[in-house]
């Protein structure tokens, strides 16, 4: 299963919103919004800053969402601390899951990085089990990377 079969689309649309704008809140406010709206079944997404040995939660669409989540911990975590994309077909399934809302059922966490050093991790939350796949890992790694080069 695949989250989207409109990622060219949805890539094109991500370059378009943050063309010119530099502001990292507005461009990942947007980005949130759009794969929120466009990806099926996805009950979350948003980004989390990476700032003083933690992921600190910023701008999302969903429901309220844990605010701090340590380093290593949760599948946030882990993909921020592995510096690589982590794609969970079902999250009761994966060791030190942080449940934020009960409802998400598989995630697909994907690092964000400014000037080649971790800024952040990009979450996406899915109701269904099994909802991402390695072609949503291959768009949404080249989605991200338009938060800080576009």
């Known amino acids: ?48 800053r990476y700032e003083k040995d933690e992921l600190i939660l910023g701008p999302f669409q969903g429901k309220p969402a844990c605010i701090h989540i340590p380093l290593g911990k949760g599948v946030c975590g882990t993909a921020a601390k592995n510096e690589k994309t982590e794609i969970v077909r079902n999250v009761h399934e994966f060791a030190g899951h942080i449940a934020c809302d009960s409802e998400s059922n598989s995630e697909i966490v994907v690092p964000i990085f400014k000037n080649d050093k971790l800024w952040g991790v990009f979450d996406v939350d899915s109701t269904e089990i099994g909802n991402f796949s390695e072609e949503d890992q291959k768009y949404l790694e080249r989605i991200v990377s338009l938060i800080f080069n576009h």
Do not use: C, H, R
């Open 1 to 48: 299963m695949t989250a989207s079969k409109e990622y060219p689309l949805l890539e094109k649309q991500a370059k378009a919103l943050m063309a010119g704008e530099e502001d990292w809140i507005a461009n990942t406010a947007n980005l949130s919004a759009l794969l929120f709206n466009s990806l099926e079944n996805v009950n979350f997404a948003g980004v989390y």
